[in-house]
């Protein structure tokens, strides 16, 4: 069985402190097996700690990571490395790292990534990991969208910003569900924050928003009985396809008819990560959850469609 | 794609996921694909009716979306579906529209769309 190299994303808006946590991260033994796609070496400043240059994009790090910048197209320079690394040209790195520029949107990037005919072959989606900048927050829309879309959160500068409290409630109320660590006060370990597995779980949240950010709000729909797991595609992709840019999240657990062990969905707008058939519920809840981050979609809309899609049987009610 | 039924094993789409482990799909055999491909044709066109619609199976490998006069489109999978029915009618497929809703709950007679 071929096994699928996972590709993490680090965004975040300009000057947040992506290339900082970078340079944290890159002199971390955990990262011996990466490989990882900058902007611009330089900004990185490895020159101190170079144990080899490859050629002008790539150089190989004392802790055995592989630092490459990108040059035109993403999946150009991901199938380059693809190509170096099954020619035995570069070591055979099992985690690819990719820092997006602070005013990309990270959906084309991990798009790329599953709908490229090459590289859905070989690489799937990892974690996204949203740095912000605690002195200057996240005023922008861009910014909003790269919190909404993480599945971790990093708050930087919270050595210069004395209470982040208004900014972390800000980041619950778009996200409340990815882990948020503090850059300046913890150690940041590479492994746990690109590790897809330790997602969190679906925390409570309630059906309706009390005070959400601008038009972006976050809120969860959960729902007893198993469900039909085609008729929810239908509706899935049929919300996609009308209201995708709007729909900056959705994940869940689904109890699904016919089948005993949980299925995990997770999108990001247009996209739908590949469904995860769990090994076992997380708790005694059997209920279908379901947590979505929209940007100016009505949540009452979203369950009375869904509700009419999937048909009487299914009970919705706020996640208690 | 299975030599025998001819049915293409998965592409890129999430309700097409390819077999492998820890991912859950309908495609790890050619009698559950096929049985798939049969209960997304019915549960399509409870609400591709709404829009005097029909989706029918073609080949075990694609679906042929149709207008009540004819018109035809070809389409890979349910992700596909929807751009593909936007075309046909020259209308918005939108899940929360209210008469949409009507049909689905028994509201709204054939026609209403």
Redesign the interface.
């Known amino acids: ?2 096994e ?1 190299t996972p590709v993490h994303l680090i965004t975040g808006f300009l000057g947040s402190g992506k290339t900082t946590l970078l340079q944290r991260l890159l002199a971390d033994p955990a990262l011996h097996d990466t490989a990882v796609l900058i902007n611009e070496l330089g900004e990185v400043g490895l020159d101190h700690h170079l144990l080899g240059r490859i050629d002008d994009t790539m150089v190989l790090l004392p802790s055995g990571c592989l630092c490459c910048t990108i040059r035109g197209e993403l999946a150009a320079a991901i199938k380059d490395l693809h190509s170096k690394r099954e020619r035995g040209l570069v070591p055979a790195f099992r985690r690819l790292v990719v820092e997006s520029s602070g005013l990309a949107d990270p959906f084309p990037i991990l798009s790329t990534v ?2 490229d ?1 090459v590289l ?1 072959h070989h690489f799937r989606l990892g974690t996204v990991v949203t740095t912000v900048d605690a002195v200057n927050g996240i005023g922008r829309p861009e910014s909003v969208k790269q919190v909404a879309v993480a599945d971790r959160l990093v708050l930087t500068k919270t050595d210069l910003a004395p209470d982040c409290d208004v900014l972390e409630t800000a980041l619950r109320r778009i996200n409340p569900d990815a882990p948020l660590l503090r850059a300046a006060e913890q150690a940041i370990d590479a492994a746990a924050l690109f590790d897809a597995a330790a997602r969190s779980p679906l925390r409570a949240l309630p059906a309706t928003p009390d005070n959400p950010h601008g038009t972006v709000c976050a809120f969860a729909l959960a729902f007893d009985g198993a469900l ?4 929810f ?3 899935l ?7 995708g840019e709007k729909v900056l999240r959705v994940k869940g657990i689904l109890n ?1 008819a016919g ?1 005993e062990a949980p ?1 995990a ?1 997770h ?1 990001v707008q247009h996209l ?6 769990m090994a076992a519920w997380p708790d005694e809840d059997r209920r279908s959850r379901l947590v979505f981050i929209v940007d100016g979609l ?1 949540p009452a ?2 369950e ?2 869904l509700r ?2 999937l048909g009487s049987p299914t009970r919705m009610a706020a996640v208690a | 794609m299975c030599a025998l039924c001819g049915v293409l094993g998965g592409g890129g789409d999430w309700t097409d996921a390819a077999a492998r482990p820890g991912v859950f799909t309908r495609n790890a055999d050619s009698l559950q694909r096929r049985r798939e491909r049969i209960n997304r044709v019915a549960c399509a066109q409870r609400v591709l009716g709404f829009y005097g619609l029909t989706l029918s199976d073609w080949q075990a490998s694609s679906f042929v979306l149709s207008t009540l006069t004819g018109k035809s489109e070809i389409v890979d999978n349910l992700t596909h579906l929807w751009a593909a029915a936007e075309k046909l009618t020259g209308r918005p497929c939108d899940p929360f529209d209210p008469s949409l809703i009507d049909w689905l709950e028994g509201r709204l007679e054939a026609g209403g769309g």
């Open positions: 069985m071929v699928f599953q709908a005919p859905r039909d797991w085609t008729m595609g239908v509706w992709t049929m919300l996609l396809n009308r209201h699904v089948t299925v969905v999108g739908v990560h590949p469904p995860v058939h009505e809309a979203i009375h469609s009419a899609f």
